[in-house]
């Protein structure tokens, strides 16, 4: 019997798939080279579109508005897919994607994968883009009704049998399936470098380790996309050219997602500290180099930008940057009416004027522009309990800050969330025993919109 392949592609609202939800479903059954039947569902979302989806796609919330929404459609379109391969173009997008709504919806879907993006890159590898509208028009496949799901899943299952018919494409297909595919709900994982790497790392937040063949750890890196970070470091880049260096060194990527950027953050500083890997640069030379702080000179309180590492000021805010501090600086005096005399211009060094430590409790405090700055910091200083994405649907990462100090983090259920916080909560938080993560914290929870305060 011949294996049957249901070619899908999904668009969505916009986000990851925890917070983003599907808009329509378009998938394309392939069997024996021949396109055999066709499915498409537009669905209601329950929240707005990102305006840049809507624009890309032509759709918009009132299309959407009398759609079923996709637990009317699960069955139906489980019915569809069978236990065929899933085929998609970035399938690891598409498949997460379509998963995390059939758990929403009570179900667990389960199959076999193959990314159309990895297979052409096997078998075309001179083409200049691997996008599907660029690679199909190299190819001469046509394409309509370009970002619909249909349309682009018609144009990817038109680029699959493509390759099902190319010498050596049974042969790469096969290769692609033996190989053991890591779901990206699996908390941690192990992948071999190999020229698939790509298909068989999560594009999810989180915490990675470059190994050694003697399981030596080389490097701890993060990212929002494990997968994105790992390629760009492997990619050649005279940036990365020590990465380049050690290539060979360089057996495996271990990773451990975290359903959201400040806990990888959080987790890469603990890794980094104790592991003290090879490749990584110490981390006061790559992290949150910078202050916005009030510095005392000649007897006065001036608003002046910092390295991280000096601690005579009162410090307002962290960065990573130069330029982001002076952007920032610059719209502190503007909405504070700071007068010219009350800032200092460049980067200043708080190691120069250690003989002048400011206090909280001075007289300058209780002065404008001074005043309304602290009002501002007393109220940004992130206090309290925090969430950010989990894992899983409907998890949360859960933070807890004490005037700006980090206190430690649990990953509760979001039915459970309440109940939890009201009995005891803060007795079970895991704690990370690193000096300076309010630093991290203070970026994450004040210059990012992917976290929200919670009030027991």
């Known amino acids: 019997?011949?294996?049957?392949?249901?070619?899908?592609?999904?668009?969505?609202?916009?986000?990851?798939?925890?917070?983003?939800?599907?808009?329509?479903?378009?998938?394309?059954?392939?069997?024996?080279?021949?396109?055999?039947s066709e499915y498409s569902v537009l669905?209601?979302?329950?929240?707005?579109?990102?305006?840049?989806?809507?624009?890309l796609t032509g759709i918009t919330?009132?299309?959407?508005?009398?759609?079923?929404?996709?637990?009317?459609?699960?069955?139906?379109?489980?019915?569809?897919?069978?236990?065929?391969?899933?085929?998609?173009?970035?399938?690891?997008?598409?498949?997460t994607y379509l998963r995390t709504e059939f758990r929403r919806a009570g179900i667990d879907y389960n199959a076999n994968q193959l990314c159309t993006l990895d297979i052409c890159r096997k078998l075309f590898p001179d083409e200049e883009s691997y996008s599907l509208g660029k690679l199909s028009r190299s190819l001469g496949i046509q394409v309509e009704d370009r970002h619909r799901a249909l349309g682009d899943a018609a144009a990817t299952?038109?680029?699959?049998?493509?390759?099902?018919?190319?010498?050596?494409?049974n042969d790469a297909i096969e290769e692609f399936m033996r190989e053991k595919a890591l779901g990206s709900e699996e908390i941690v994982g192990q992948v071999a470098i190999t020229d698939n790497l790509s298909a068989n790392l999560p594009d999810e937040p989180g915490v990675f380790l470059f190994k050694s063949k003697k399981?030596?750890?080389?490097?701890?890196?993060?990212?929002?996309?494990?997968?994105?970070?790992?390629?760009?470091?492997?990619?050649?880049?005279?940036?990365?050219?020590?990465f380049t260096q050690h290539i060979n060194d360089i057996a495996s990527v271990e990773f451990e997602l975290t359903g959201n950027e400040l806990l990888a953050e959080l987790l890469f500083y603990q890794k980094v500290f104790k592991l003290r890997p090879l490749l990584n640069i110490?981390?006061?030379?790559?992290?949150?180099?910078?202050?916005?702080?009030?510095?005392?000179?000649?007897?006065?309180?001036?608003?002046?930008?910092?390295?991280?590492?000096?601690?005579?000021?009162?410090?307002?805010?962290?960065?990573?940057?130069y330029k982001s501090a002076e952007k920032q600086l610059r719209q502190l005096i503007e909405r504070h009416d700071v007068p010219d005399d009350c800032y200092l211009e460049g980067l200043q060094t708080f190691n120069r004027i250690k003989k002048?430590?400011?206090?909280?409790?001075?007289?300058?405090?209780?002065?404008?522009?001074?005043?309304?700055?602290?009002?501002?910091?007393?109220?940004?200083?992130?206090?309290?309990?925090?969430?950010?994405?989990?894992?899983?649907?409907?998890?949360?990462?859960?933070?807890?800050?004490d005037k700006g100090k980090f206190m430690g983090y649990a990953k509760v259920m979001e039915q459970d969330l309440m109940?939890?916080?009201?009995?005891?909560?803060?007795?079970?938080?895991?704690t990370i025993e690193v000096r300076g993560l309010e630093k991290v914290c203070w970026h994450y929870l004040r210059e990012t919109n992917q976290y929200v305060k919670i009030k027991p």
């Not at 929404?69 to 598409?94: C, I, K, P, R, Y």
């Open 1 to 36: 019997m011949s294996q049957t392949y249901c070619v899908v592609d999904i668009e969505a609202t916009g986000g990851n798939h925890r917070s983003g939800r599907i808009i329509e479903v378009g998938i394309v059954k392939v069997q024996d080279a021949e396109v055999v």
């Open 43 to 55: 669905i209601n979302p329950l929240q707005s579109m990102d305006k840049y989806v809507s624009k």
């Open 61 to 95: 919330d009132l299309d959407l508005k009398d759609a079923p929404e996709f637990n009317e459609t699960a069955q139906e379109m489980l019915d569809f897919l069978g236990d065929s391969v899933f085929v998609a173009h970035n399938a690891a997008f598409d498949y």
């Open 157 to 169: 299952a038109r680029l699959f049998i493509k390759c099902l018919q190319e010498p050596g494409g």
């Open 215 to 242: 399981k030596k750890v080389l490097y701890v890196g993060r990212g929002d996309s494990i997968k994105n970070a790992t390629q760009k470091l492997l990619s050649g880049s005279r940036k990365y050219e020590r």
């Open 282 to 321: 110490h981390l006061k030379q790559l992290e949150y180099r910078y202050v916005i702080g009030v510095i005392k000179r000649n007897d006065k309180a001036r608003l002046a930008i910092s390295r991280v590492r000096d601690r005579a000021g009162i410090v307002l805010s962290y960065f990573k940057d």
């Open 356 to 401: 002048e430590t400011i206090k909280l409790n001075g007289k300058w405090a209780k002065e404008p522009p001074f005043s309304s700055l602290l009002r501002e910091r007393r109220y940004a200083m992130p206090n309290g309990w925090f969430r950010g994405a989990g894992i899983k649907v409907n998890e949360n990462v859960v933070f807890r800050i």
């Open 419 to 430: 109940a939890r916080l009201s009995n005891g909560l803060a007795n079970e938080l895991s």
